[in-house]
Every structure is written in structure tokens, then in C-alpha cells.
């Protein structure tokens, strides 16, 4: 009960903590790719030390698919943030940023703005068709565990990646906090995705992790259409969205996917050109 108890807040406050003093604020980026290797095996193996369901630990044969979203999309991350100080640059009347700031309350600024730019574009890929068919590759994901939280179509990536940093790169963000920010993404989407069974008590509310999030991916109609935040539920309580988690009810094998498609591929390659497929 104590590692249900801490593991979350200990995981995402430790590592961010951790980022901060081995990339010197952000600076020297390079050694944030190391400890991003070593949230994810310390949050598999939490996941064997107290799982939510032990099947959502085992292959479903999408491993090798799920490392491929991965690979894709931290790449793509990754050059977004390398060409981010030429985009600052072209931007006229930047310089809002607060650079007085400590890096650690710049970052967590930035967190908060692109968490409202990530849940609004979430939210519109629930309600317009051709966002929908990009981001249901997402919602095809038969079990939840920390590493397919990167499970994502590149255009839809790219779409929740512009709705995030617009505002930041108007406000004139710098490179390493930028660099911060990706890394705190990173981590938070091994506790959403996650099959530790954590519990986080009042928390719940306003930190979308797994707990909330599981109803995010039910397959059923309208259930899923609940919880988008990345970071936070609070743009969710806003737009009347939440749905709090429920300890009586245990989602099992079979619950999650795309609803009414059961036959949705499973493949990577095949996940990209789905979108564009007739109806």
C-alpha cells in the first residue's frame, strides 16, 4: 500500500527534480535522454511490483509497434525543440517570458500553458472527423501500461505538438526550458498510461493520471469522451468533461480500443495509412 501511495508524486517530482540537476536547468540536454531510459524501466518494473491488472503486463504482440510510435515521436519532439530558438526569433513582439523566473517555476509555467493547448486539441479530436481518424491509432491500444502513452499517428502528434507550443513560442519560451518541458511530458505519460495500480486519493481530481484516465480509453460509446487532459483535469472540469475515477469498477482486457472496430490494425504501418482509408 505505501508504493500504491507514493510511486506517482515520488516518480514525476524525483525525476523532474533529477532533470533539472543533471541538464544544469536544462542547458546540457543531452543527459535527460538517459534518465528518460530509466523512468521507463523503473516504471515497468513497478508496474510487475504492483499492477493493475498483471494481463495488462503481458505482450499483446504490440511491442514492437509501440516502440516504433515511440521512436517516431521523440524524434519528432526532439527536433521541434532544436529549431525552437530560430522560431522565437522570427516571432515579432515576443520576450514575455518570465526569465527572472527560477528554471523550476518556468517550467512548471510551461507545463501549465501547454497542458491548455494539449486538452483543447484533445478535445477537438474527439468532435472533428478527420482529427478523430488521426487520433483513434491512439485509442486502438488494447491494454494500458506506461510505454504506449508515445503511441501516436505523426500528424497527430504534430497537431497536439502545435496546439501546446504556439502560445509558448509566442511568450518567447527558451531552449531549456523547452528541453525540461518534453522531458515532464515524457514522464507524465508513464503515469497516465500506467498499469501500476496507484492511489493518489484527493489528487485524482486534478492530476490526469491512470486512475481518471482508464476511462478516457473505454471502448464503449461515450464513455471515452471524458478526461483530456494531459497534465491536469482542470480544463475539464471547465468544459464538463471529468469523469473521476471509480474504485468499484476494474477495466480487464477487452474494454479499451476504438469502438466499433474491433478489426482495427494493429500493425505499425498499417496504423498510418488507416486514417486515410474510406470509410
Not at 61 to 67: A, N, P, S, T
Not at 226 to 255: E, I, M, Q
Request: aromatic share 10%.
Amino acid at each position: 500500500m505505501l508504493l500504491r501511495v507514493t510511486f506517482a508524486p515520488l516518480f514525476f517530482a524525483g525525476f523532474l527534480a533529477s532533470a533539472l540537476v543533471v541538464s544544469d536547468g536544462g542547458t546540457r540536454p543531452l543527459p535527460l535522454a538517459g534518465l528518460i531510459v530509466a523512468a521507463n524501466l523503473v516504471a515497468t518494473l513497478v508496474e510487475r511490483l504492483i499492477p493493475y491488472d498483471p494481463r495488462f503486463n503481458a505482450s499483446h504482440g504490440d511491442g514492437g509497434r509501440d516502440l516504433a510510435h515511440a521512436v517516431v515521436n521523440e524524434l519528432a519532439n526532439t527536433v521541434s525543440v532544436l529549431v525552437m530558438p530560430l522560431v522565437v526569433a522570427l516571432v515579432p513582439g515576443g520576450g514575455a517570458w518570465p526569465l527572472a523566473w527560477p528554471v523550476a517555476a518556468q517550467v512548471a509555467f510551461a507545463i501549465l500553458v501547454a497542458d491548455a493547448g494539449i486538452t483543447l486539441a484533445h478535445w477537438a479530436s474527439h468532435r472533428v472527423g478527420l482529427l478523430w481518424r488521426l487520433h483513434a491509432v491512439h485509442h486502438s491500444v488494447e491494454r494500458l501500461y506506461g510505454f504506449n502513452g508515445l503511441m501516436k499517428h505523426p500528424l497527430h502528434q504534430a497537431f497536439e505538438l502545435i496546439a501546446a507550443t504556439v502560445p509558448l513560442v509566442l511568450l518567447g519560451m527558451p531552449q531549456n526550458v523547452a528541453w525540461l518541458l518534453t522531458f515532464a511530458v515524457a514522464i507524465q505519460l508513464l503515469l497516465q498510461h500506467s498499469n501500476a495500480d496507484v492511489r493518489v486519493g484527493p489528487l485524482a481530481r486534478v492530476w490526469a493520471i491512470a486512475p481518471a484516465h482508464r476511462w478516457h480509453h473505454v471502448a464503449s460509446a461515450g464513455d471515452g469522451d471524458v478526461n483530456f487532459g494531459l497534465f491536469t483535469s482542470l480544463w475539464d472540469h471547465l468544459l464538463g468533461t471529468f469523469r473521476a475515477a471509480d474504485p468499484g469498477r476494474r477495466f480487464t482486457p477487452g474494454d479499451f480500443g476504438v469502438a466499433g472496430r474491433p478489426d482495427y490494425p494493429r500493425g505499425y504501418p498499417a496504423q498510418l495509412v488507416e486514417p486515410f482509408r474510406g470509410s
